[in-house]
């Protein structure tokens, strides 16, 4: 299984992702949130 984390997650690295998610070889994918302006930090995140 493989772990990926990138602090971006761009379109090269989304493309890797749903490559191995296909591939059933990805374990757990991790990126950031940017907040310039005001970010409420109680948000509910929603996972894919």
Same mark, same amino acid.
């Given at each position: 299984?493989?772990? =990926?984390?990138?602090?971006?997650?761009?379109? /090269?690295?989304?493309?890797?992702?749903?490559?191995? %998610?296909?591939?059933?070889? =990805?374990?757990?994918?991790?990126?950031?949130? /940017?907040?310039?302006?005001?970010?409420?930090?109680? %948000?509910?995140?929603?996972?894919?």
């Amino acid at each position: 299984m493989i772990i =990926l984390s990138h602090p971006t997650g761009n379109e /090269n690295v989304r493309q890797t992702v749903i490559a191995f %998610a296909e591939a059933n070889l =990805l374990e757990q994918f991790f990126t950031t949130i /940017n907040c310039i302006f005001r970010c409420n930090s109680s %948000a509910t995140l929603v996972r894919t």
